[in-house]
């Protein structure tokens, strides 16, 4: 339903221009949890926020195709794209609190949104409000309708955005990073809620994370990104169990796991690429410690590896193929 | 296990004032930390985990003295602290360091890495010149920083290097004990990887006890010997990391086990998903404030407080369900 294609967005800065996203190519399939998950700087957020046109100045998207049901959403106009933000695709943040309008009871907040997209009178919408909070296991669905922000906590908060985000009939839902600022046993039920509204409502979700852990227990398929591109994409199994990119590798053999105790924890050498100054080839090459020649000169393409869908853009799967 | 522990904390507890209001005179207390009883022995790391709110930061603060505790003791090689002045902590202050989990905020951006890091030398030694430029360099080094770095400011540093920098600070006058209060909660996994490492090489080579806060359920699996488990500022479990994730008895320690997500399919918990959120800290429920999340609630523990007893080789649980002769009889 949503399919990324070869996006470009830069950030034109005092400091240079930083290279945000180079050539991401992804899609979300209807009715799935697509993961898009990288390490701090690696386009994720970034990619998100392309989707719905709304990357914060100085960054521009330089070029690439953004198709949401047939329709390439960076041809449409400013007032096209305002029906599609909050309407057809919503997003929900990290940090719910700072979502929220501190001022506005939850209530005018909800249906403010409705009203905006839906044409339905304040009582009707009023319905609709109570009737998302409802589904999203809000307790007491009418008090969190006249309740402000703060008197809600973190996961409630979440859960109203979540609310909020869908309540004018979202197909597409882009979560970035939906409970990293919550606690785990609050980011269990958040996580139980995105899988329900995807398996009861059909809603597909984009989930981007750092959390290889959230991934591997929510999603569907995941895309690994690294400098702004995918590096490895598949099943979630075949990604996170038969991983095949020596970055993908890395990330995984880093995590502290029980299988692990008592030894030490592998790390990838060096740091991730500003952004201004990226290597040439592939952009991993300087940390692989598999790198080759052509890896130093050549960006490697996606090639298949193993299972079907399964890809990594490493030239250690198809060095005869580039040659 | 017969050797005195470094470090014992006997009833350890704080209470924060909150104001109702701007205006209120009322005031409310909020038992951020309540009778906390831990030792931690020589070369251990213990950690502490829990959600937000359930004290593990004030637990490791009052132990610093950072904060004055309300009540209880703090005993450092057997002395208790808490009553000391100023004055006579300096003293100890020399055997207890603390890395804190963001390490931008660790620094003062106007001084140099060199200032920083010899802030501790010049307080409490006399090295000076050279000998005190040597220190620094070595520190670095220690700490996996190369010692050119001295004369650069924070600003230039990524959030692993500062913390790599934070730590050869705190390894600066020889301690015995660090507290690490989530000293990987700000990095990514690649850079958290290095300095978990660190801490365990440091460790071993300077004897050094740590009690490592988190709320990271496999990253303090993997540094720890024992853990203690915190909700609502107090302990509710406390065993060695094996036992706590192998036969876990509180039904709290056992739900945040399974609300972690896991990447190994075959290691996944049956999920256990704890209805409502942690209750106001200053209004905390009567009896076991765990109760009315409990998904093993019995009529007793909204009235009882359950004691901190021994369950056996050291593990001890805060719960009606393990001990409580009069509802349970243990099924043997």
């Given amino acids: 339903m949503l399919s990324v294609e070869d996006l470009y967005v830069r950030f034109r800065t005092y400091a240079g221009v930083v290279h945000a996203v180079n050539g991401m190519t992804f899609d979300v399939r209807q009715g799935e949890i697509f993961g898009l998950v990288g390490e701090t700087g690696c386009g994720k957020t970034v990619t998100g926020f392309a989707v719905l046109r709304m990357v914060p100045s100085p960054g521009e998207i330089v070029r690439g195709r953004i198709n949401f049901r047939g329709e390439d959403l960076l041809q449409k106009s400013e007032t096209e794209m305002q029906s599609v933000r909050g309407g ?236 | 296990m017969s050797a005195a522990p470094l470090l014992e904390t006997r009833g350890l507890t704080k209470h924060f004032a909150s104001r109702r209001g701007l205006l209120s005179r009322r005031r409310k207390w909020v038992r951020a930390l309540d009778r906390a009883d831990l030792s931690i022995n020589r070369q251990e790391t213990l950690g502490v985990v829990g959600e937000s709110g359930c004290g593990k930061t004030t637990l490791g603060r009052a132990i610093m003295r950072l904060i004055q505790p309300t009540s209880g003791e703090v005993l450092f090689e057997g ?142 699996q993997h540094i720890s010997d024992r853990i203690a488990v915190m909700y609502l500022g107090k302990v509710v479990e406390l065993s060695t990391t094996e036992i706590i994730f192998s036969e876990p008895q509180h039904p709290y320690t056992q739900a945040l086990l399974a609300s972690a997500p896991s990447l190994d399919p075959e290691l996944r918990r049956e999920r256990i998903i704890l209805p409502g959120g942690v209750p106001d800290p200053a209004n905390p429920p009567p009896g076991c404030s765990f109760h009315p999340r409990c998904p093993m609630v019995m009529p007793v523990c909204s009235q009882i407080e359950p004691a901190f007893i021994n369950i056996g080789h050291g593990h001890k649980v805060a719960c009606h369900l393990v001990g409580g002769e009069q509802e349970n009889p243990p099924t043997v």
Avoid: W
């Fill in chain 2, 79 to 220: 002395q208790d602290i808490v009553p000391l002045s100023n004055r006579e902590l300096r003293h100890y202050r020399r055997d207890m360091q603390m890395v804190f989990q963001s390490p931008y905020s660790s620094f003062n951006p106007r001084f140099s890495v060199m200032s920083s890091i010899t802030e501790p030398l010049r307080t409490h030694t006399r090295l000076h010149g050279e000998a005190l430029v040597s220190r620094a360099h070595e520190l670095l080094e220690q700490a996996g920083m190369p010692g050119e770095i001295l004369y650069r400011y924070p600003h230039e540093f990524s959030g692993g290097q500062l913390q790599r920098i934070a730590i050869a600070r705190a390894l600066a006058l020889n301690p015995k004990f660090i507290v690490l209060d989530e000293p990987t909660s700000a990095l990514d996994v690649s850079v958290q990887a290095q300095i978990i490492n660190l801490l365990q090489k440091l460790q071993r080579e300077f004897e050094l006890t740590y009690l490592f806060i988190t709320h990271d359920l496999s990253v303090v």
């Fill in chain 1, 88 to 323: 057809r695709i919503a997003m929900i943040f990290q940090d719910p609190s700072t979502s929220l309008n501190p001022v506005f009871s939850i209530g005018s907040q909800v249906t403010r949104v409705i009203r905006q997209h839906v044409s339905v009178g304040q009582e009707e919408a009023r319905q609709r409000a109570l009737e998302m909070f409802e589904a999203v296991g809000l307790p007491d669905p009418a008090g969190v309708l006249r309740a402000y922000p703060h008197e809600l906590s973190g996961g409630m908060q979440q859960r109203a955005m979540i609310a909020l985000a869908l309540s004018s009939g979202a197909e597409l839902l882009i979560a970035d990073e939906p409970t990293t600022a919550l606690d785990v046993t609050i980011q269990a039920q958040i996580l139980a809620l995105l899988t329900e509204l995807q398996e009861k409502q059909g809603v597909s979700i984009l989930l981007i994370t750092h959390d290889l852990a959230v991934v591997a227990e929510t999603c569907h398929r995941v895309g690994v990104a690294y400098a702004g591109d995918i590096v490895e994409m598949g099943e979630v199994n075949d990604v996170l169990q038969r991983m095949k990119h020596p970055y993908t590798q890395g990330l995984l053999a880093a995590l502290p796991r029980p299988t692990q105790r008592g030894r030490s924890l592998q790390s990838i050498e060096g740091s991730v690429p500003d952004g201004v100054h990226l290597p040439p080839g592939c952009p991993f090459h300087p940390r692989c410690p598999q790198v080759m020649d052509i890896c130093r000169m050549e960006e490697p393409p996606l090639f298949s590896v193993g299972a079907e869908e399964h890809v990594a853009a490493c030239y250690l799967y198809g060095q005869e193929n580039a040659a």
